[in-house]
């Protein structure tokens, strides 16, 4: 590196520092229930070396009975015991391995394309394919979005990046095997989609540079091997143990409810059977149905509409936004071109495009597909197809020469992409960290912090508090355990049933959490409850209320 890339690389490390930690702890508005459960169990394993059920050191998290790899847990618990249980502790890891996972991709890229004449003169400087894309990823919607939020698959995508560039380099440096296969196991503990995505990664790299690999001496090869079942074997003996441990893969699998889907194929199969049409009734045979389904799943996630424009869930990208920029579509294509027909290794080729394309495999087989969470191993592929597009096409307009009223057409056509590049970063930005409190604050569940330091203040007036645990309320027994930094010592005492178990309805202190039916309820002046507006009927006033951030009320607190 000379001098003018460590000075690029330093100004993006930046730009990607202040995108990812400005106002980290207030936008999102509110944590979710996931990033809860992630700091209460940090702060239950700090406080007495148990998750919130009392598992010693868990391997997996039962958390809302959604079991998932604890990593991001542990991650979590410098943070927590050095800046307290707090939302900005919780979500500082993702950030960290948000900037981190910049800086790694320009590195990863500088390998990649280590011998590639691709670049972007301006004036004095040189960009290059890898600065261009550690940039695109610097100030990328998608990768701000969920590295600003507790959300593992953004540490395990880091990870990917990690063990990739580790793999490549060990080709020089034998030694770095061991670190990529360290990286690649810890993965495993990350998030769910690695147990699927990454041995399909490894697969990937190992027929790609077989001959590379080859030439690295056996010790090393055998020890990478060992490294990564030891550090997975647990995992794996756990998965295959424990009937639990895929709890969340059956949940969110196009199988996990049949009834609905077997209904819809009998009627067709009888239709097609009194229709005597034949190539229906073999097309709508049930297998072919499920891999009908399987197809559409994988074929969602390259959906211009929902990468470019409306995304998924309001948690998943900032309001009237996309994943990526609208810009940035003539250049991924541009890109996708260029790197099939340019000049670049075959090598290179083939494993970025096969990377590509495994992405949405572990996705395929769940509902509520796309789904950028479970997507987002597509990050930094996105941004190098970018990169290579935006180089290819400044090249090519730099030598046109045509002229339109005395200006010359390649000006023109680069200011007003400027102006809307521009244009369309602003938007985001503004979108992102001032609107999306305001139209989003209902899907990151906002309130429960005020109406919790309003109770904490006066709950020594009322014997009971009841609390819905009804949508937009869900899981509301965890936001109070997070805000009150309740003892877990105390709590993992207070949430088992008699024959040792833990309650399915949850209760600690004064506080049950269930729904709330108005009319069956007691109502007594020593009872307090806490509750949307339509738990409660008959002009109810109540003592306190706490509003979304657009103004509608989120959150009553009414006394009996």
């Given at each position: 590196?000379?001098?003018?890339?460590?000075?690029?690389?330093?100004?993006?490390?930046?730009?990607?520092?202040?995108?990812?930690?400005?106002?980290?702890?207030?936008?999102?508005?509110?944590?979710?229930?996931?990033?809860?459960?992630?700091?209460?169990?940090?702060?239950?394993?700090?406080?007495?070396?148990?998750?919130?059920?009392?598992?010693?050191?868990?391997?997996?998290?039962?958390?809302?009975?959604?079991?998932?790899?604890?990593?991001?847990?542990?991650?979590?618990?410098?943070?927590?015991?050095?800046?307290?249980?707090?939302?900005?502790?919780?979500?500082l890891p993702s950030a960290i391995f948000g900037i981190l996972t910049v800086v790694v991709t320009y590195f990863l890229v500088r390998e990649l394309f280590k011998d590639s004449r691709f670049k972007l003169e301006v004036g004095n400087w040189k960009l290059?394919?890898?600065?261009?894309?550690?940039?695109?990823?610097?100030?990328?919607?998608?990768?701000?979005?969920?590295?600003?939020?507790?959300?593992?698959?953004?540490?395990?995508?880091?990870?990917?990046?990690?063990?990739?560039?580790?793999?490549?380099?060990?080709?020089?440096?034998?030694?770095?095997?061991?670190?990529?296969?360290?990286?690649?196991?810890?993965?495993?503990?990350?998030?769910?989609?690695?147990?699927?995505?990454?041995?399909?990664?490894?697969?990937?790299?190992?027929?790609?540079?077989?001959?590379?690999?080859?030439?690295?001496?056996?010790?090393?090869?055998?020890?990478?091997?060992?490294?990564?079942?030891?550090?997975?074997?647990?995992?794996?003996?756990?998965?295959?143990?424990?009937?639990?441990?895929?709890?969340?893969?059956?949940?969110?699998?196009?199988?996990?409810?049949?009834?609905?889907?077997?209904?819809?194929?009998?009627?067709?199969?009888?239709?097609?059977?009194?229709?005597?049409?034949?190539?229906?009734?073999?097309?709508?045979?049930?297998?072919?149905?499920?891999?009908?389904?399987?197809?559409?799943?994988?074929?969602?996630?390259?959906?211009?509409?929902?990468?470019?424009?409306?995304?998924?869930?309001?948690?998943?990208?900032?309001?009237?936004?996309?994943?990526?920029?609208?810009?940035?579509?003539?250049?991924?294509?541009?890109?996708?071109?260029?790197?099939?027909?340019?000049?670049?290794?075959?090598?290179?080729?083939?494993?970025?495009?096969?990377?590509?394309?495994?992405?949405?495999?572990?996705?395929?087989?769940?509902?509520?597909?796309?789904?950028?969470?479970?997507?987002?191993?597509?990050?930094?592929?996105?941004?190098?197809?970018?990169?290579?597009?935006?180089?290819?096409?400044?090249?090519?307009?730099?030598?046109?020469?045509?002229?339109?009223?005395?200006?010359?057409?390649?000006?023109?056509?680069?200011?007003?992409?400027?102006?809307?590049?521009?244009?369309?970063?602003?938007?985001?930005?503004?979108?992102?960290?001032?609107?999306?409190?305001?139209?989003?604050?209902?899907?990151?569940?906002?309130?429960?912090?005020?109406?919790?330091?309003?109770?904490?203040?006066?709950?020594?007036?009322?014997?009971?508090?009841?609390?819905?645990?009804?949508?937009?309320?869900?899981?509301?027994?965890?936001?109070?355990?997070?805000?009150?930094?309740?003892?877990?010592?105390?709590?993992?005492?207070?949430?088992?049933?008699?024959?040792?178990?833990?309650?399915?309805?949850?209760?600690?202190?004064?506080?049950?959490?269930?729904?709330?039916?108005?009319?069956?309820?007691?109502?007594?002046?020593?009872?307090l409850y806490v509750g949307r507006p339509q738990d409660f009927t008959g002009g109810v006033e109540a003592i306190k209320t706490i509003n979304f951030l657009n103004g509608k009320p989120a959150i009553l607190i009414v006394t009996g």
């Amino acid at each position: 590196m000379n001098k003018k890339n460590i000075v690029f690389l330093t100004l993006i490390v930046i730009i990607a520092s202040i995108l990812r930690l400005w106002q980290l702890g207030k936008v999102p508005s509110s944590p979710d229930w996931d990033e809860v459960a992630l700091g209460y169990n940090a702060y239950s394993i700090i406080e007495t070396g148990r998750d919130e059920y009392g598992k010693f050191m868990p391997l997996l998290l039962r958390s809302f009975d959604d079991y998932k790899p604890a990593l991001y847990t542990y991650f979590s618990i410098p943070f927590i015991s050095i800046l307290g249980l707090n939302i900005f502790a919780v979500r500082l890891p993702s950030a960290i391995f948000g900037i981190l996972t910049v800086v790694v991709t320009y590195f990863l890229v500088r390998e990649l394309f280590k011998d590639s004449r691709f670049k972007l003169e301006v004036g004095n400087w040189k960009l290059e394919i890898p600065e261009v894309t550690s940039l695109l990823l610097a100030i990328s919607p998608w990768h701000i979005q969920f590295s600003r939020i507790a959300f593992e698959s953004n540490v395990a995508m880091g990870l990917n990046a990690i063990s990739i560039l580790l793999f490549l380099k060990s080709f020089k440096r034998p030694f770095l095997l061991l670190f990529a296969a360290i990286s690649m196991g810890v993965s495993f503990y990350m998030y769910q989609s690695e147990k699927v995505f990454v041995p399909l990664l490894l697969i990937i790299l190992i027929l790609v540079f077989r001959k590379e690999l080859f030439m690295i001496p056996k010790k090393y090869k055998v020890a990478s091997v060992a490294i990564i079942f030891f550090i997975a074997i647990p995992m794996i003996y756990y998965t295959l143990t424990n009937s639990d441990a895929l709890a969340r893969a059956k949940g969110v699998s196009i199988f996990s409810d049949l009834t609905p889907f077997l209904k819809r194929n009998v009627e067709k199969l009888i239709e097609d059977n009194n229709n005597k049409d034949y190539l229906g009734l073999f097309l709508d045979n049930r297998r072919i149905e499920f891999a009908k389904s399987v197809v559409s799943g994988y074929i969602s996630h390259f959906d211009l509409n929902w990468l470019f424009v409306t995304g998924d869930i309001e948690r998943h990208h900032a309001p009237n936004m996309g994943l990526l920029y609208l810009w940035e579509l003539p250049f991924l294509l541009i890109g996708m071109y260029s790197l099939l027909f340019g000049p670049f290794d075959k090598k290179i080729k083939i494993f970025i495009i096969s990377w590509f394309l495994i992405v949405p495999i572990p996705a395929s087989v769940t509902s509520g597909v796309p789904h950028a969470v479970r997507a987002l191993n597509f990050l930094p592929i996105f941004q190098i197809f970018t990169a290579i597009g935006v180089i290819s096409f400044v090249v090519f307009m730099s030598n046109v020469k045509y002229k339109i009223a005395n200006i010359r057409i390649e000006y023109l056509i680069f200011y007003m992409y400027i102006l809307f590049l521009t244009f369309n970063i602003l938007y985001y930005l503004n979108q992102y960290f001032i609107q999306q409190n305001y139209f989003y604050s209902q899907a990151w569940q906002y309130g429960y912090k005020d109406a919790i330091d309003y109770l904490n203040e006066n709950q020594d007036k009322y014997d009971k508090i009841i609390v819905s645990n009804q949508p937009h309320l869900d899981q509301s027994y965890m936001f109070f355990l997070f805000y009150l930094k309740y003892p877990p010592s105390l709590y993992q005492i207070e949430a088992k049933n008699s024959s040792g178990g833990f309650r399915e309805n949850h209760k600690f202190g004064k506080f049950e959490f269930r729904p709330i039916v108005w009319d069956n309820e007691i109502k007594r002046s020593d009872i307090l409850y806490v509750g949307r507006p339509q738990d409660f009927t008959g002009g109810v006033e109540a003592i306190k209320t706490i509003n979304f951030l657009n103004g509608k009320p989120a959150i009553l607190i009414v006394t009996g």
